[in-house]
């Protein structure tokens, strides 16, 4: 053995590595300049020879310890100080196998100081384009930059097929005190497996995937993949309309959809019902081909996809996320996930994809005690677990917790162009004793239950995300009162763009599962809404948790004893959906009247499209979605009190209301017409704002859904007549169990004057009034200002 060698080399070190305890073992491998010479290590377990080539010369290391230590000493050149020598080591393992590569060590951090002080401060917005796993190019070197965030690791490895999954070989270089591991490998491959294999004292190696893994593979299995991204978009033209803003003052009726169950191949499962191996799925771009074909035929304007972020569990639907940086598996590649994208903004639709920032699964390989300790989770068992699922609560008070939240958000949009992030969960993040009971929940340093941490976490990321991408919407499912959730974050808001409406949902399918005869008593859950309408910007759902658990499908939920009689309450329900304001969200199956549950492991019951009833749903609400497309009167003033007026909401004993639709032109004005009771009433007068001629748009009682076709599309003129507070009123027939859409044309002055030698027309006698009104006019109800509401 060389002792000039021997007394060179820092034993402790290599003790430290051959243990696989190095947290810096940049401190002993690869290239140093020391005075004695340039002295290069290695450690390289299994390996029997390496040799160094350098400058056209080869010179063979040294094993100096049997464990696979490598070393050499070579004189000094003077050039070197400015700038090491490149090498390469051809290595001969003990199966006689021989590479030759780019030592791991001798390539510096890709990090600035100005990205650990950003990361360490939560405002590197975009890190995902330097932690994980990067392919690149490094001084001419293809290969893989790896990094991880475990600050109180001792110890952090990559390990994969290329290494024999053993962590001594590729121990990372710990940056400082940001608690970032880094290292880069030469010549891997793309579509490489790999993890994290990490050590705490006194503790036994543990794996971790990548929490920023751009791909993992099929589930059971969770190592995650080296990915390229590499993919030729082709929607330049929508990502301009869209970055030009808008989106809310158009037409916005959203398919929710679950990619495994609205197609595919089989519906094969095993015992315990999850996926055989995932062989049942239809990939990303043939499911493209399938989605765009139909959404586009039944007139919806965009998509929203539950969760596609990576998770484990077939049965979480997407909600227990693993991998939040990686469209699952299940469907393809990443690739696939961005052609799925690119088609269907080629064609016209918009994509929305659920996220969830409020929770994390336990499971071991992945977030949870990530580097041995409570890292991402709050560290506070009563604000670190949800009670109610099992799960953990991301630590928003830690800014590299947020960044990685908030990042993350980016990444989708910039990396797959999504035009709507819609935030799962919002309200278990807002209140600390969201799910627990008296005193289990802590407070806040003020002793309220808001938790402030959240609320700050949530308008950093909407603030800083509506400046990065202007004209993607920010949607938050939020159940409770908390006030300004689509306020701007300068006025002390949430910031979000939408808000879903439970409140509205809620009382509108508890009015409709009640039978006819007892509606009566529950009137005040059609108008309520009305009173806060203004209070937030308002997107109306029916989404998959209205149709899961026990609480039976859209059409299961109507009263009837015939199936026909449970569309008819279904048909009149959809139609006052689309009529009342705000965006319109309507999960898969429930457009055609699946009458079973949503099950996630099987696909739509699309053979119900054979029968007439389901078939009858389906066209009317493709021509719902062609109307509302169509008609300004029913988005464009979605958020000002002046779209909306209601002609008469006092008729609790009949169940009918009358409500108008607006924008500045009174030619677009929309007259909606709702009746969710059995009985049919001929000729009831109705108020109309100006004289006008009205015509019908679209009856939910048209026989070509199964109704009994009384409206007729003849157009009727309004008569000076005063009904309802207003001068001029018209008499309509109003079908049992429906609602009815007219447009009121304002009549020219010339149609204004009575025809020559006309001695009038004969008087139809009106429905009986509301009671309690002598006067047959119905009590006007409360409306807002009528002033438009200042953009936020």
């Not at 005190?177 to 891997?188: A, T, V, Y």
């Not at 490489?192 to 299995?221: M, Q």
């Not at 309309?241 to 959203?254: I, L, R, Y």
């Not at 569309?567 to 055609?592: C, T, W």
Request: proline content about 5%; charged content about 25%; aromatic content about 14%.
């Amino acid at each position: 053995m060389n002792e000039s060698l021997y007394e060179l080399m820092n034993w402790a070190d290599v003790e430290e590595l051959s243990y696989a305890e190095s947290t810096h073992p940049k401190r002993i491998l690869g290239p140093h300049l020391l005075p004695e010479g340039l002295l290069l290590q290695c450690y390289l377990p299994t390996a029997k020879a390496i040799t160094v080539k350098l400058s056209g010369k080869c010179y063979p290391m040294e094993l100096m310890d049997e464990g696979g230590f490598f070393a050499l000493l070579l004189p000094a050149k003077r050039s070197w100080e400015k700038r090491l020598p490149r090498y390469t080591l051809e290595i001969t393992y003990d199966n006689d196998s021989t590479v030759e590569t780019e030592d791991p060590y001798f390539f510096d951090s890709i990090y600035t100081g100005e990205d650990l002080r950003k990361f360490a401060a939560g405002i590197h917005y975009r890190i995902y384009e330097k932690m994980g796993a990067q392919p690149m190019v490094r001084d001419g070197v293809e290969g893989v930059n790896f990094s991880v965030w475990a600050p109180n690791a001792m110890r952090v490895s990559v390990v994969g097929d290329f290494n024999l999954w053993d962590g001594r070989r590729h121990q990372m270089e710990k940056l400082g005190d940001s608690g970032i591991f880094e290292l880069f490998i030469p010549h891997l491959p793309v579509g490489s497996l790999y993890k994290f294999e990490l050590r705490r004292p006194g503790r036994e190696p543990f794996l971790k995937t990548d929490p920023y893994g751009y791909a993992f593979e099929l589930r059971p299995n969770t190592a995650a993949l080296v990915s390229g991204h590499d993919f030729d978009w082709g929607d330049g033209e929508w990502q301009e309309k869209k970055a030009a803003g808008g989106q809310k003052e158009h037409p916005m009726s959203v398919y929710e959809l679950h990619l495994g169950s609205f197609a595919r191949k089989s519906a094969f499962v095993d015992e315990d019902g999850s996926s055989v191996n995932g062989s049942e799925f239809y990939n990303y771009r043939e499911l493209a081909e399938k989605l765009c074909n139909y959404v586009k035929k039944e007139g919806y304007t965009h998509v929203e996809l539950m969760p596609v972020m990576e998770h484990p569990l077939d049965q979480s639907w997407g909600y227990q996320v693993s991998g939040y940086y990686a469209p699952t598996s299940r469907y393809g590649s990443p690739e696939d996930f961005m052609y799925f994208v690119d088609y269907l903004h080629r064609a016209g639709i918009g994509v929305i994809l659920d996220w969830v920032p409020a929770h994390f699964p336990r499971d071991s390989w992945g977030l949870a005690d990530f580097d041995g300790t409570a890292l991402y989770e709050n560290p506070d068992p009563l604000r670190g677990t949800h009670p109610h699922w099992g799960t953990l609560i991301f630590h928003y008070a830690r800014y590299e917790v947020s960044n990685f939240l908030i990042a993350n958000a980016f990444y989708w949009a910039e990396r797959f162009h999504a035009d709507g992030i819609r935030m799962d969960a919002v309200a278990s993040m807002l209140y600390l004793d969201y799910g627990r009971q008296g005193g289990e929940a802590s407070r806040n340093i003020y002793g309220g239950n808001e938790n402030l941490e959240a609320v700050e976490f949530l308008k950093h990321l909407n603030s800083q995300f509506r400046k990065a991408f202007p004209g993607t919407l920010l949607i938050a499912e939020e159940s409770t009162a908390w006030p300004n959730v689509t306020g701007s974050v300068e006025s002390d808001g949430l910031g979000f763009d939408l808000k879903w409406n439970m409140g509205w949902m809620n009382d509108f399918l508890s009015y409709m599962e009640t039978d006819p005869f007892f509606r009566k008593g529950s009137y005040s859950k059609l108008t309520f809404s009305m009173l806060y309408n203004y209070s937030e910007d308002f997107m109306l759902v029916f989404s998959h948790d209205e149709v899961v658990h026990g609480k039976r499908s859209l059409l299961g939920k109507m009263p009837g004893s015939t199936f026909e009689e449970k569309a008819q309450n279904l048909r009149a329900a959809y139609g006052y959906f689309y009529g009342h304001p705000g965006k319109k969200l309507l999960f898969m199956g429930q457009d055609f009247g699946q009458y079973d549950e949503w099950n996630e492991g099987q696909e739509l019951e699309w053979n119900l499209l054979e029968y007439p009833v389901h078939k009858g749903i389906q066209s009317y609400v493709r021509d719902l979605n062609v109307l509302y497309r169509e008609s300004p009167a029913l988005s464009r003033l979605d958020y000002y009190p002046d779209g909306f007026e209601w002609i008469n909401c006092s008729y609790p004993e009949l169940s009918l209301l009358f409500f108008l639709r607006e924008t500045d032109h009174p030619s677009e004005t929309i007259l909606v017409v709702s009746n969710f009771d059995n009985i049919t009433h001929e000729k009831f007068r109705i108020g109309v704002p100006f004289p006008c001629r009205v015509k019908a748009l679209l009856s939910s009682d048209d026989r070509k859904y199964g109704g009994a076709g009384i409206v007729r599309k003849t157009e009727r003129r309004s008569e000076k007549r005063e009904w309802d507070e207003r001068e001029y009123s018209v008499a309509l027939d109003i079908p049992a169990m429906s609602t009815v859409f007219y447009r009121l044309t304002e009549l020219s002055e010339e149609e204004r004057k009575p025809a020559a030698g006309s001695r009038g027309r004969r008087e139809v006698k009106a429905a009986k009034p509301a009671a309690g009104n002598r006067s047959g006019k119905a009590a006007k109800a409360a409306k807002p200002k009528t002033t438009r509401k200042k953009s936020k």
